[in-house]
């Protein structure tokens, strides 16, 4: 079973920068796409920023201009660098693959970033 192993959460002031990483325990097959979503405490899981193999990148729209997403779908590897860090980011980030003709859903199991005011 793939695992997806995610560094770099913590806790930083407003406007502070942080740095997210993940990789893949083993090669993962025909990835379609890698990512990060967050989820804050009672409120649905979000997509944050994905790369799209054909390398399309996708961000939300509250993460325009202050987040960058980077890394290799081949290798397994996906980074998140986050600048102009607001409270309303503090959220779980949680690592995401999507592989194969099935479509299948690979998960980390998450880290905390939170950002005081």
């Known amino acids: 079973q793939v695992q997806l192993v995610e560094s770099g959460g913590g806790l930083v002031q407003a406007g502070g920068s942080l740095r997210l990483s993940c990789a893949a325990s083993?090669?993962?097959?025909?990835?379609?796409?890698m990512g990060w979503y967050r989820q804050a405490p009672g409120k649905q899981r979000e997509l944050v920023a994905a790369?799209?193999?054909?390398?399309?990148?996708k961000y939300a729209d509250s993460v325009k201009g202050r987040f960058t997403i980077s890394g290799d779908n081949a290798k397994g590897t996906v980074f998140l660098t986050m600048n102009s860090l607001k409270p309303e980011d503090t959220a779980v980030y949680y690592c995401?693959?999507?592989?194969?003709?099935?479509?299948?859903?690979?998960w980390g199991q998450g880290t905390q970033v939170t950002v005081s005011s």
């Open positions: 995401n693959a999507v592989a194969g003709l099935a479509r299948n859903y690979y």
């Open positions: 083993r090669s993962i097959s025909s990835v379609m796409s």
């Open positions: 790369l799209i193999s054909g390398d399309s990148i």
